[in-house]
């Protein structure tokens, strides 16, 4: 009797574990990671990763915390964004799957499973995926997904053709194309290198970073004069809140702009709350 209730009680275990393991799987944080990073990374959204782990969207997580990534249902989130029509589409240099999913109105999950991707979801330049076929009723999916994210097909953002930056300023990464940028936003979009590390360019503390609706990862520096620096649509953040940086220190690396799809800065700087020429910012 003894022997039967042991291995009823193994067989219960392997239950919970067999249970378990197909809602969640679990995530280590790594240096330098955020909520956003880690929801790209498994092709979930903010929220879902914040309520499969009880914390807000401000929450901050710290290198070797464990999180917990939901899994369950992959398929049936997949199966509600009914694809009809499909078409192909050949990855470029600098593409994600996060851009192309966003590019088709789909979410990353639906992507993977259309092309029967699994482990790393890595895709490769040239590969050719299966895409949903562009329709009008894309934008109305977008619109339905519950991320974070700016979900916005068209750049928001209007662009000084007329006035071109400085290239031989300090800027925090090194300039193919400087344009302005006005609108809801007003500062400047550094073109550069993939994978290009973002500098400091005036020392001072971090006063956010993370994620920030419309701007991807985005670092926050206050120089003493008071002088707030902007630095968004970062791919990886090395810096935590309260940080002192130094000058040329790396916070971080570049990412690709979901909607020029260059890897692109957009760098503000604000005196006193007000928006000022990032090129007439203080250096060092």
């Not at 040239?126 to 519950?146: E, M, R, Y």
């Not at 994210?149 to 007329?162: A, G, H, I, P, V």
């Not at 990886?236 to 979901?258: F, H, P, R």
Request: aromatic letters at 8%; a positive charge; proline letters at 2%.
């Amino acid at each position: 009797m003894k022997s039967f209730f042991c291995s009823f009680k193994y067989i219960l275990f392997l239950l919970f574990i067999i249970i378990f393991s197909s809602q969640t799987v679990s995530h280590q944080v790594q240096k330098g990671e955020t909520l956003y990073s880690i929801s790209r990374k498994y092709g979930i959204s903010v929220g879902e990763l914040c309520s499969a782990n009880n914390i807000s969207t401000s929450s901050v997580i710290k290198t070797g915390q464990n999180l917990k990534i939901p899994t369950k249902n992959l398929s049936e989130k997949s199966t509600n964004e009914k694809i009809e029509k499909t078409d192909t589409y050949i990855v470029k240099k600098g593409d994600t799957l996060y851009g192309i999913a966003k590019r088709f109105g789909v979410s990353v999950e639906t992507l993977t499973i259309m092309n029967k991707m699994s482990g790393s979801k890595t895709i490769k330049v040239g590969q050719t995926l299966i895409v949903p076929l562009a329709t009008s009723d894309n934008s109305q999916v977008i619109a339905n997904v519950s991320d974070i994210e700016d979900f916005q097909l068209t750049d928001s953002r209007t662009y000084d053709k007329n006035k071109k930056g400085d290239k031989t300023l300090l800027w925090p990464v090194s300039a193919k194309e400087i344009q302005y940028v006005e609108g809801k936003v007003s500062g400047v979009s550094i073109t550069t290198n993939l994978n290009e590390n973002v500098n400091i360019v005036r020392e001072g503390t971090v006063m956010f970073c993370g994620l920030y609706r419309g701007f991807g990862n985005v670092v926050f520096v206050q120089s003493k004069s008071g002088y707030m620096y902007v630095y968004t649509n970062l791919d990886k953040i090395n810096v935590s809140k309260g940080d002192s940086v130094k000058l040329n220190e790396k916070i971080g690396t570049v990412a690709i702009d979901t909607r020029t799809n260059k890897p692109q800065l957009l760098f503000m700087v604000f005196k006193n709350g007000n928006p000022i020429d990032p090129a007439k910012a203080p250096r060092g």
